[in-house]
């Protein structure tokens, strides 16, 4: 039996997909908030539910968020609304 299953720790989803091979979201993956985010909570991507952090404010249940990376203890999320924001680099 292992340790996990003694102590019964479940690991991240982000850490569990990666090691089990399988799909894990990509940046610019949709998906909503499940849980209140200030700034950490967990989101739906893929019919999939992920721990998550939010880049910056905070994001009620319901709310679309988009992935904008991979932390090391869940996705890190921000609403697709503060991307159209984001200033622009320009390539001059």
Avoid: W
């Avoid at 999939?48 to 952090?53: D, L, N």
């Avoid at 910056?56 to 968020?65: I, M, T």
């Avoid at 991307?83 to 001059?92: E, I, K, W």
């Amino acid at each position: 039996m292992l340790m996990s299953e003694i102590l019964n720790v479940k690991k991240n989803p982000v850490e569990e997909a990666t090691a089990l091979n399988e799909k894990k979201p990509t940046i610019g993956a949709r998906g909503r908030a499940i849980t209140p985010m200030m700034p950490s909570g967990k989101v739906l991507v893929d019919d999939i539910e992920y721990s998550a952090s939010f880049k910056s404010g905070f994001a009620d249940p319901g709310d679309e968020v988009v992935v904008v990376g991979l932390g090391a203890f869940g996705l890190i999320v921000d609403k697709p609304d503060s991307l159209a924001q984001a200033p622009q680099n320009d390539p001059q």
